[in-house]
């Protein structure tokens, strides 16, 4: 039986897949910046992945584009009013853009060099775009690095060994982050690089639960960064067999070194599953995961934010309209066993973000017909407790202004913004502007 109880405040819910809700799609990852979101996911009508955006900051969301040459893990991200999409297919790391919110993409691209690799996952900062994924050729962890913007791609060697990673950024660094498995411990590897090329010798930045790595898994931890040198990793800590809590590291030093764990949910019972973390341009942090405090079988999305570089986390509340039945990847048998087409896993992982205005998730959950639909919330950030959004005086109503790497400085124009290089949003569509 569904139980319906509504999300408590003051998170905004929102369907994505506009598909049969006898059809399941998962593995969701997603963004919203200046104004533009996307969203790609594992999909069981297409036989590949799907991809939606939205022109108004995921409050509509435009038809799917679906293809069967991509079989899994994609990864979308936003530059400027470019959407990127990473994506497995056929075991190569591919790459795509679309400059025209969806409607068309670019022609494909393999920008790995070996026909084996897994995990891709993109960072970017301006228009340097990092992607970091496994090399099973080479059994290396690889990062593929465009300047340009992702018209061109080279490849450097990060690390000769590891799995499973992700990729992360802030203003002055990128990171690569990876599972280094031992029979008591999966070390999460953390390494720099301020260019793409060069990366910095790997730091252990927490010690994850080994019940999570047999196949299919979660990833289940995230890094996100922030200001010069800050990033924070979330990720699920053994607490017991098959009982998880979600913790979070932080290190403001780059990633040389880092802090003991903290602990984000305040329920002890409950079992805590795939987080997803955010970093606003306040420096305040964003946690989301599964949680199945409400009893056996009655799972929902929670959240927590953190004021302090997570030293303290605020109460969770539930984030998801619905509880749902939720089976984890424990009940799918083997990895040939998986069924990405009932209930049996939401995939490898869900994503968040956040920009100045406001926090956003995207996640699966089987609430629909026992099948694993996308669903998209947001908040904003005064809403839950955090920073406003600056409010200038002396333009159009309407006007939102942007900075070059996202952030919403304003709806009420440049008068007072300092000299500098911004992106203006209005019903006609984005200019570049330059105040000098």
């Not at 594992?42 to 679906?66: F, K, Q, R």
């Not at 305040?266 to 599953?273: G, T």
């Not at 069924?339 to 939401?346: F, V």
Request: glycine residues 10%; hydrophobic residues 35%.
């Amino acid at each position: 039986m569904l139980v319906f109880i509504l999300g408590d405040a003051p998170f905004t819910v929102i369907r994505v897949d506009n598909r049969p809700d006898n059809t399941s799609h998962m593995e969701v990852s997603g963004a919203v910046m200046y104004g533009i979101g996307g969203v790609g996911w594992i999909s069981d009508v297409s036989g590949g992945n799907d991809y939606e955006v939205s022109s108004d900051s995921g409050l509509t969301w435009g038809a799917p584009y679906g293809t069967s040459s991509e079989c899994c893990d994609p990864v979308v991200r936003i530059t400027d009013t470019v959407v990127h999409r990473i994506y497995l297919g056929g075991y190569e790391t591919g790459y795509a853009r679309s400059f025209d919110f969806g409607a068309s993409w670019t022609p494909p691209q393999n920008i790995s060099s070996c026909t084996s690799t897994d995990h891709p996952w993109l960072a970017y900062r301006n228009d340097t775009l990092v992607v970091i994924y496994a090399d099973y050729c080479a059994y290396d962890l690889m990062a593929a690095y465009s300047y340009d913007g992702g018209n061109t791609w080279s490849r450097a060697t990060v690390y000769g060994s590891g799995g499973v990673p992700l990729a992360a950024q802030d203003d002055s660094l990128f990171y690569a982050l990876w599972w280094d498995y031992s029979s008591s411990c999966i070390y999460i590897q953390v390494s720099s690089s301020p260019d793409g090329v060069s990366w910095s010798s790997p730091s252990t930045a927490a010690c994850m639960s080994t019940d999570i790595s047999s196949n299919p898994y979660p990833v289940g931890y995230q890094g996100a960064g922030w200001g010069k040198g800050n990033i924070a990793v979330a990720y699920m800590a053994d607490v017991g067999y098959y009982n998880w809590d979600i913790e979070v590291v932080v290190s403001n030093d780059g990633g040389r070194t880092w802090s003991s764990p903290v602990k984000v949910s305040d329920q002890p019972s409950a079992n805590e599953y795939m987080p997803a973390l955010a970093a606003d341009p306040y420096g305040n942090l964003h946690v989301f995961w599964y949680d199945n405090r409400a009893g056996s079988g009655q799972w929902a999305l929670y959240y927590s934010k953190s004021s302090d570089g997570g030293a303290t986390w605020s109460p969770a509340v539930r984030v998801s309209d619905y509880y749902f039945p939720f089976v984890d990847r424990t009940g799918c048998g083997g990895v040939s066993d998986v069924d990405y087409t009932n209930d049996c896993w939401p995939g490898h992982y869900i994503d968040a973000w956040a920009d100045s205005n406001r926090v956003y998730v995207f996640w699966s959950d089987n609430s629909i017909d026992d099948h694993w639909h996308v669903f998209f919330a947001y908040a904003p950030l005064i809403e839950v407790g955090l920073a406003e959004r600056r409010k200038v005086a002396g333009a159009t109503e309407g006007t939102a202004i942007y900075s070059v790497d996202g952030r919403l400085l304003s709806t009420d124009g440049l008068n007072n913004l300092p000299k500098g290089i911004y992106f203006v949003r209005t019903d006609k569509g984005f200019k570049k502007v330059i105040r000098r």
